[in-house]
């Protein structure tokens, strides 16, 4: 599934990847910018598709060095496909931060490890240590506020808290 609008085809094919379509492809720059004699055009850093993870994935994903977010969602949440557009976009502009989303549909276990009990619930991760775990939806002025504070903490000072 390939999108040629520009600004909004991001928000088109976030959708339908959030669901776990991995063809869903966004042209960044409107269809000006598809130069390339593929009709996939090239993603712009390596975290732009988002993670999905699963009970196998999500302990080494969160334990490596660096900021890891991870999105907890369910396609039936309207929250939760309201963030989605907003997390993708983040994305997009933090090459830095990896990006990742747990179907709490499809990984129950791992969710109720998780003592997940609200979603949408954002988890932040700095070098493998948990520094924040809220319910709800962030806007996106308060998640680039959220990204800013994850990167400038002192991971020895997370540790010791």
């Known amino acids: 599934m390939h999108c040629a609008g520009g600004y909004r085809s991001s928000v088109a094919a976030s959708l339908p990847r959030h669901h776990g379509h991995t063809d869903a492809s966004d042209l960044l720059g409107g269809y000006a910018a598809w130069k390339a004699p593929s009709p996939r055009p090239a993603k712009t850093g390596k975290n732009h598709d988002n993670h999905d993870l699963t009970e196998d994935t999500f302990p080494s994903t969160v334990k490596r060095e660096g900021i890891v977010l991870v999105d907890w969602w369910a ?87």
């Open 75 to 161: 396609g039936w949440c309207g929250p939760c496909r309201a963030f989605a557009p907003v997390f993708l976009r983040a994305s997009i502009h933090h090459d830095d931060v990896v990006f990742a989303k747990i179907d709490t549909e499809a990984q129950p276990r791992l969710a109720a490890a998780a003592q997940i009990r609200s979603i949408p619930t954002l988890m932040a991760f700095r070098n493998g240590i948990l520094v924040y775990s809220q319910p709800g939806a962030l806007p996106p002025a308060a998640l680039e506020q959220l990204i800013s504070a994850v990167r400038e903490l002192d991971p020895h000072q997370a540790q010791a808290a």
